[in-house]
């Protein structure tokens, strides 16, 4: 089902190139992050977290980079797949809420044959 | 499979009831958390419980409360229904009071008419 509002930003990815999704962050204060995956009729699927003493994680496929002096978070996918269609979130963890996490606003990643 | 548990999928009730949405989280988390997700609005944190108590609420309206039980199955009461509360809601666990990463549910669609 629907994820988010009408005017998601959308990134086109032929399959096999490597998507990058980017993510502004704006509370300095922030010290944990997560990527999410969502799939159409499913919940936030957990991808890859990061806290804010490193910048930079990497899992199987997927890479966090994490930019504190610009405030800006990316998740790279490589050699995308078809099953990588879906709306990608960005979270964020402030130090001083740490029982909340706020969400992004979505980008939508369409792989292309 | 997240191992988070919630139904039911799909709710249609109509304006001025009141429904109660019912999470399960992972085997072995204690913190179970609400979310609402609305097309203009995003994922938005509503309440945490953890261990039975309540942690940290969020933009939770006073139409709506929480509870979490002694098995840790947490339920969402949403009364005095109105067409806005149309949305997902998603329900989240973590092993920790605190986000660590957090593991979603497939969602309650709640439609109201």
């Known amino acids: 089902g629907e994820s988010v509002g009408l005017h998601l930003p959308t990134l086109s990815v032929q399959e096999g190139d490597n998507s990058i999704i980017n993510c502004a962050y704006s509370?300095?204060?922030?010290?944990?992050f997560i990527w999410y995956k969502q799939e159409s009729g499913k919940g936030p699927q957990f991808i890859i977290d990061?806290?804010?003493?490193?910048d930079k994680r990497q899992g199987q496929r997927v890479t966090v980079l994490l930019n504190k002096t610009v405030k800006h978070l990316s998740l790279q996918i490589a050699a995308t797949q078809p099953g990588d269609s879906a709306v990608y979130f960005c979270?964020?963890?402030?130090?001083?809420?740490?029982?909340?996490?706020?969400f992004g606003t979505g980008t939508r990643l369409q792989v292309t044959l | 499979d997240s191992g988070v548990t919630q139904t039911p999928k799909h709710l249609i009730t109509a304006t001025g009831q009141r429904v109660t949405l019912r999470c399960s989280p992972r085997?072995?988390?204690?913190?179970v958390y609400w979310y609402q997700q609305s097309l203009d609005q995003g994922l938005q944190f509503l309440i945490q419980?953890?261990?039975?108590?309540?942690?940290a609420k969020g933009n939770i309206l006073e139409r709506f409360s929480a509870q979490q039980f002694p098995d840790l199955h947490s339920e969402l009461n949403l009364s005095s229904l109105e067409l806005g509360d149309s949305a997902l809601y998603f329900c989240?666990?973590?092993?920790?009071?605190?986000?660590?990463?957090?593991?979603f549910g497939n969602g309650t669609r709640l439609t109201v008419t």
């Open positions: 989240a666990s973590s092993v920790l009071d605190r986000v660590s990463p957090l593991h």
């Open positions: 509370n300095s204060a922030s010290d944990y």
């Open positions: 990061i806290r804010s003493n490193m």
């Open positions: 979270a964020e963890r402030n130090t001083g809420t740490a029982s909340k996490l706020t």
């Open positions: 085997s072995g988390d204690l913190s």
């Open positions: 419980y953890y261990n039975g108590e309540e942690r």
